[in-house]
């Protein structure tokens, strides 16, 4: 019964940037990995970056690397994304999503993910 809600998105100028929340509710983050994943209009949705359950392990798309960054304070049941110098190519709806897994995470294959956030919309615009 985990329940997860995205928060931070908005409207920037490229250069600019968000920080993303997904918390939970219903359950500890404890033992979930937490992937962001984004999907923009005519385009399939596309694994950003995933933390594992305990933090150790992350990873980042090719096309982020270098600007965005995850992390997760499981005392507060929330996985940070902060994304920096934000680009009109990172415009979409970013959706967090948990798995049940205790080590390791990845994006690859998003239908494994059992828990997802309603979306929270950014766009990046001048």
């Known amino acids: 019964q985990l329940q997860l809600v995205e928060s931070g998105g908005g409207l920037v100028q490229p250069g600019g940037s968000l920080r993303l929340s997904c918390a939970a509710s219903?359950?500890?983050?404890?033992?979930?990995?937490i992937g962001w994943f984004r999907q923009a209009p005519g385009k399939e949705r596309e694994g950003v970056s995933c933390i594992s359950s305990s933090g150790d392990t992350t990873y980042f798309a090719d096309s982020v690397k270098g600007r965005f960054t995850i992390s997760r304070d499981n005392a507060k049941n929330t996985v940070y994304l902060q994304m920096n110098s934000l680009k009109p190519e990172d415009t979409a709806v970013y959706y967090c999503?948990?798995?049940?897994?205790?080590?390791?995470?990845?994006?690859?294959?998003?239908?494994?993910?059992?828990?997802w956030g309603q979306g929270t919309q950014v766009t990046v615009s001048v």
């Open positions: 999503a948990g798995l049940d897994r205790l080590v390791g995470c990845q994006v690859k294959r998003s239908r494994a993910y059992v828990y």
């Open positions: 219903g359950f500890t983050l404890d033992y979930y990995a």
